[in-house]
């Protein structure tokens, strides 16, 4: 959106994750809010400009507000999960949080890069969105250290089988829930 940059677009102004989504993962994919000229217009970042710019929605002093009521009800590419992000970046600070996201995107990188055979990237990008970054931690650790002695298609379906057990253990649905038709 001209007019609007934002120096951190690790997570956007209404708390996605946006360096875990598929798009952005993708060469010349989408920047994120405040990404640059030629950016799709965005109600939130208008909004932003119009309350003084606040690094997140979480610190405009009409948050929570309408526009973001209904947000988490449903995803799009990347899972909506904006009350729990805001909750964690509160609870952290959104510093040491985007480091969460960024150290979370190293993994994904290492997933899309040696383990998809072209059928897996949505599940790997919202799985490393969101699992805990402990758990994160722990499907790294169970990966071969040297997964190239694997066949590609096998290396894809033991990450994703770990990834799946990792959620089914918390009790987090890799599923993205999608807006009902009609």
């Known amino acids: 959106m001209k007019g609007y940059s934002r120096p951190e677009r690790t997570v956007s102004l209404c708390g996605l994750c946006c360096a875990l989504c598929p798009i952005h993962q993708m060469e ?3 920047p994120g809010c405040g990404g640059g000229d030629g950016q799709q217009s965005c109600a939130i970042c208008r909004c932003a400009l119009a309350q003084g710019e606040p690094s997140y929605c979480m610190a405009c002093g009409e948050y929570p507000c309408e526009r973001l009521a209904h947000f988490d009800d449903f995803d799009s590419f990347v899972p909506h999960r ?3 992000t805001f909750a964690r970046m509160q609870a952290i600070g959104a510093k040491a ?4 996201v960024r ?3 190293a993994f994904l990188r290492v997933l899309l890069d040696g383990y998809n055979d072209g059928r897996r990237k949505s599940l790997f990008c919202t799985a490393v969105n969101l699992l805990p970054l402990d758990a994160v931690h722990c499907v790294r650790a169970a990966l071969p250290a040297s997964p190239e002695t694997l066949p590609l298609k096998e290396r894809g379906a033991l990450a994703a089988f770990l990834l799946r057990q990792e959620a089914e253990t ?3 649905s890799l599923k993205l829930r999608k807006k009902p038709k009609g």
């Open 170 to 172: 918390l009790g987090i």
């Open 82 to 84: 904006q009350r729990e």
């Open 28 to 30: 010349n994919g989408c």
């Open 103 to 105: 150290e979370k995107e």
């Open 97 to 100: 949080f985007c480091a969460e």
